[in-house]
């Protein structure tokens, strides 16, 4: 496994980071999460990192990448260069899922969003609930985990797209006593119990991007030493998909803080489509970096 991907020997400062996905502008919801980041790193003594999540390429846009840039530094926002940008390291995350994939916890999954669609759809028409995760998406059909090797081979070798799933019973086999975390966050709070279970077999590699979020947040977290993890509440439920390939990896955890959201007039979480909230928006009617303190309550 390559050195990048093993857990950072440990600090002597804590470090923060702020991981922004370049697939659309930041609004005053990520305003919060990188003013806090950078707050908890001065108060701290800390420091703080910037990391671009751009493992999506076919959403991520230099454009949006530039648009961060541009918006941290007018909240008056000082991170530390280089800035590690996913799109750089998946060399590292395939590191990490060949790790997985020697412990026998890999699996190619062959179905499409429409099939699995499809199949829940038909599922559910008899009046029965197909499981879903804590985001409302349905758990992945048990189909591909059965799969024989030879026909696994036959379709690869046919061109057949895939994914790479983990095989969430057969890990959770694997780990020993129950998983927490520690979370000092605006929701619990305490040492958290992880229920990696409720997400089925999550996705590790897409068959569009070679990576997917659980895996490169897990691996870049531990690879930057991030001894905090500062971030939304919508991924509080998450974090026990991260907990768990720390634990298989043995990766250190770091302590995470799941902080309030920025709801919209809807009352919804805010959308990076949302122009009224945008920070560049904002910032072109000519609100002060006070102003966006206030409007985020910090
Ligand atoms: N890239 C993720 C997002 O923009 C955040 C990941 C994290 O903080 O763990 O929602």
Known sequence: MAEETMSASP???PVYRFAPSPNGFLHLGHALSALLNHDMAAANGGRFLLRIEDIDLTRCTPRFEQAIYRDLAWL????????????????????????????????PAFLTRGEVKARV?????????????????????????HRGETERRKLIANGVRHAFRLDMQKALGLIAAPLNWSETGDGERGEIRAEPSVWGDVILSRSDAPSSYHLSVTLDDAAQGITHVVRGLDLFEATAVHRLLQELLGLTPPVYHHHRLIMGKDG?????????????????QGLSIGDIRRLVGL
């Open 121 to 145: 759809a038909a599922f559910e028409a008899d009046g029965k609930n197909w499981p879903r995760d804590p985001d409302g998406s349905p758990l992945y059909p048990d189909d591909d985990r």
């Open 76 to 107: 008056g926002l000082e991170w530390e260069e280089p800035v590690r940008r996913q799109s750089e390291h998946f060399d590292a995350y395939h590191a990490g899922l060949g790790r997985l994939t020697e412990m026998g916890l890999v699996y």
């Open 268 to 284: 919804r979480k805010l959308s990076k489509s949302e122009g009224s909230t945008g920070l560049a928006a904002l910032r072109d």
């Open 11 to 13: 600090p002597d400062k």
